[in-house]
């Protein structure tokens, strides 16, 4: 039997506490059409244990694979490419706090079987943390005025690019199986050292015109990060990582 066009990729470490939610919203998708592949970043509690018991009844194949080295990027790279190597050609990302809309896989299929290379969609807080006006408007609003700075950066508009910069998110993007393999990939770097979502997109510019910004194609993420470390920090941190923790385990909040 072959596998799924559509693999779902989500990166997962010390997500025991969270990723139950993250699955239930994959199964809940009007569209279950799909392979979902966890990438164990070197867990150290039960967070694969979670994953293997949702997949005895889940409506989809669910595979895990393990990635020692440590980095978001680093494991959404091996869950892409284990993706491609095992007969997917559409490859979607989300993380292990968040929660996809529920046609959230028909969507991104949608745009991808239209003649996209790369899709990059909407995050919205998650309802589920009660946030604030400020948390649903205010920092939002902050995010894509910061997009706006990365679209006229200078760094952003050299000849090479093929398609403007858009707005994008690490745990809401999908792209084709051959964009990737032409393109180099994500980045796999430590979660400090670069924005590997951002690394993935203008490798990308580099090769195709057939990018866009989906507002339809939506994830609600968590607001631990910008709860725990305020939002001049967590802004900073997004703007090429001038804020870091003092420590690598303070990156990985929970």
């Known amino acids: 039997m072959s596998a799924p066009v559509v693999a779902v990729v989500v990166p997962a470490f010390d997500e025991a506490g969270s990723i139950g939610a993250t699955l239930a919203a994959l199964g809940r998708q009007t569209d279950q059409g799909f392979r ?15 994953v293997r018991r949702f997949a005895e009844t889940a409506a989809f194949p669910v595979e895990i694979v393990t990635e020692t080295e440590r980095g978001a990027g680093t494991a959404a790279d091996t869950g892409f490419r284990h993706a491609i190597t095992t007969g997917s050609r559409f490859l979607a990302r989300t993380d292990a706090d968040c929660l996809p809309a529920v046609d959230w896989v028909a969507t ?11 899709v990059c969609g909407r995050s919205v807080p998650r309802r589920d943390e009660q946030p604030t006006w400020a948390e649903r408007h205010v920092f939002p609003a902050a995010v894509r005025l910061a997009a706006v700075y990365g679209r006229y950066r200078k760094a952003h508009r050299t000849p090479d690019f093929r398609s403007p910069y858009v707005l994008v998110h690490g745990h ?3 792209l ?9 990939g994500t980045a796999r770097e430590a979660l400090e050292d670069g924005s590997e979502d951002v690394t993935l ?10 990018i866009i910004r989906a507002e339809d194609l939506v994830v609600e993420s968590s607001l631990r990060r910008l709860r725990a470390w305020g939002p001049r920090r967590t802004l900073l941190w997004y703007w090429d990582r001038r804020y870091r923790p003092t420590t690598p385990s ?5």
């Open 36 to 50: 979902l592949i966890v990438v164990d970043n070197a867990s150290t509690d039960d967070t694969v244990g979670v």
């Open 108 to 118: 991104l299929r949608a745009y991808l079987g239209n003649g996209f290379d790369l």
């Open 172 to 174: 809401n993007l999908a």
């Open 176 to 184: 084709t199986a051959d964009l990737y393999l032409r393109c180099g």
């Open 201 to 210: 997109l203008n490798r990308a510019r580099r090769v195709t015109d057939r």
């Open 250 to 254: 303070q990156v990985h909040v929970r």
